[in-house]
């Protein structure tokens, strides 16, 4: 499953070079029925990163999740529960991606906090702060861009761990029904996307 959106986003990154868009696809009558998704995708809500588009999968292939910061809360969980029990959908990916402005804001809280941020933002950067924090005390906080990067695979690789470990039902799926739930990281610059290890 992972190779199939492994494929897609090559197909994707040719379309880019080719100068070539991608066809719109309208829904087979079968998904006004019902949905079949081979894979979950808890994504950013960043306007530059669509799922579908990226994957190049065709509507109906992909349950998406969309989130700044691609963080993890209840509501994602239970989504991503849903989605499992529903259709069992065994592929789970959080795609992170580079140039993130909710990682941006979390690094700047940090560094400089201010103090009449909104409450609603300030809870996705609160979901953002423990995976980045850490980093601040290396050397990378001397080269912003080196820590933006590391910081987006440090946030993808926490919200991997929350799903694998913050509900029991997904941590059953893993354990005992083949569930995987792996992270990713989309480039704005280039179109492609690296599937994180560990």
Same mark, same amino acid.
């Given at each position: 499953?992972?190779?199939?959106?492994?494929?897609?986003?090559?197909?994707? @990154?040719?379309?880019?070079? +080719?100068?070539?868009?991608? !066809?719109?696809?309208?829904?087979?009558?079968?998904?006004?029925?019902?949905?079949?998704?081979?894979?979950?995708?808890?994504?950013?809500?960043?306007?530059?990163?669509? !799922?579908?588009?990226?994957?190049?999968?065709?509507?109906?292939?992909?349950?998406?999740?969309? @989130?700044?910061?691609?963080?993890? !809360?209840?509501?994602?969980?239970?989504?991503?529960?849903?989605?499992?029990?529903?259709?069992?959908?065994?592929?789970?990916?959080?795609?992170?991606?580079?140039?993130?402005?909710?990682?941006? !804001?979390?690094?700047?809280?940090?560094?400089?906090?201010?103090?009449?941020?909104?409450? +609603?933002?300030?809870?996705? @950067?609160?979901?953002?702060?423990?995976?980045?924090?850490?980093?601040?005390?290396?050397?990378?906080?001397?080269?912003?861009?080196?820590?933006?990067?590391?910081?987006?695979?440090? +946030?993808?690789?926490?919200?991997?761990?929350?799903?694998?470990?913050?509900?029991?039902?997904?941590?059953?799926?893993?354990?005992?029904?083949?569930?995987?739930? @792996?992270?990713?990281?989309?480039?704005?610059?280039?179109?492609?996307?690296?599937?994180?290890?560990?």
């Amino acid at each position: 499953m992972i190779q199939r959106l492994q494929d897609g986003n090559a197909e994707f @990154v040719a379309s880019l070079s +080719n100068g070539e868009t991608l !066809a719109e696809r309208a829904p087979p009558a079968e998904l006004v029925q019902e949905q079949k998704p081979f894979a979950i995708i808890l994504g950013c809500s960043d306007a530059r990163v669509p !799922a579908e588009i990226v994957f190049n999968q065709a509507i109906g292939d992909l349950f998406v999740i969309r @989130v700044a910061g691609n963080i993890v !809360a209840r509501s994602q969980i239970g989504s991503v529960e849903f989605a499992a029990s529903a259709f069992g959908t065994r592929l789970v990916v959080v795609l992170g991606h580079t140039k993130c402005g909710a990682i941006g !804001a979390t690094l700047s809280e940090l560094q400089q906090p201010t103090e009449n941020q909104s409450p +609603n933002l300030r809870s996705i @950067v609160d979901r953002v702060r423990p995976s980045v924090a850490e980093l601040l005390e290396t050397d990378l906080r001397h080269d912003h861009d080196a820590l933006a990067a590391a910081a987006v695979r440090a +946030n993808v690789r926490r919200s991997v761990d929350q799903l694998r470990h913050g509900s029991d039902i997904l941590e059953d799926m893993v354990q005992s029904d083949g569930m995987k739930i @792996v992270g990713a990281e989309y480039s704005v610059e280039t179109g492609r996307v690296s599937f994180l290890e560990g």
